[in-house]
């Protein structure tokens, strides 16, 4: 089974991120999706490499806009080519909100990516469910939180 390489660049400059922190979780995570759906030929095991881009509100809000016609910003976008776009500023406000650290909200914002690519989706109750169950497998396995 190849592993795609993963790398994490932060775009933005307003929150402190520790970038070596979240690669390391990314990778750790990208082989326990894999276990998932094992026999489908999916996004995630056809790329070589994922980028996962740490970006402001500002930026999520023109790519939210651009590409899927909605205004303001979102947590997490993720194109079927590699890579996740997630915003910082959103991670920020939902972990005070749901009482997680941000580096736990990143980490979850990776693995709910890392399983777009590989598949999963989340536009009905009974997705949204499945996805929510494996986005919790992986977490319980690959999380240090």
């Not at 795609?4 to 990314?26: D, G, Y």
């Not at 996962?52 to 979102?74: N, V």
């Not at 776009?85 to 990776?110: M, P, Q, W």
Request: proline share 2%; glycine share 4%.
């Amino acid at each position: 089974m190849t592993v795609p390489k993963i790398i994490v660049c932060n775009l933005q400059r307003k929150i402190s991120v520790n970038v070596a922190e979240l690669e390391k979780f990314a990778g750790n995570a990208v082989q326990y999706s894999l276990q998932l759906h094992q026999r489908q030929r999916t996004d995630l095991r056809k790329l070589s490499e994922i980028f996962i881009w740490l970006i402001s509100d500002r930026r999520m809000a023109l790519l939210h806009r651009k590409f899927l016609g909605q205004s303001g910003p979102t947590d997490v976008l993720t194109f079927q080519h590699g890579e996740i776009f997630i915003s910082v500023d959103t991670a920020r406000r939902h972990a005070r909100a749901f009482g997680n650290s941000l580096v736990c909200e990143l980490k979850l914002y990776i693995v709910h990516g890392l399983l777009h690519l590989h598949g999963f989706d989340d536009q009905t109750p009974s997705e949204a469910h499945k996805m929510k169950a494996a986005q919790e497998r992986i977490l319980r396995c690959a999380l240090s939180c």
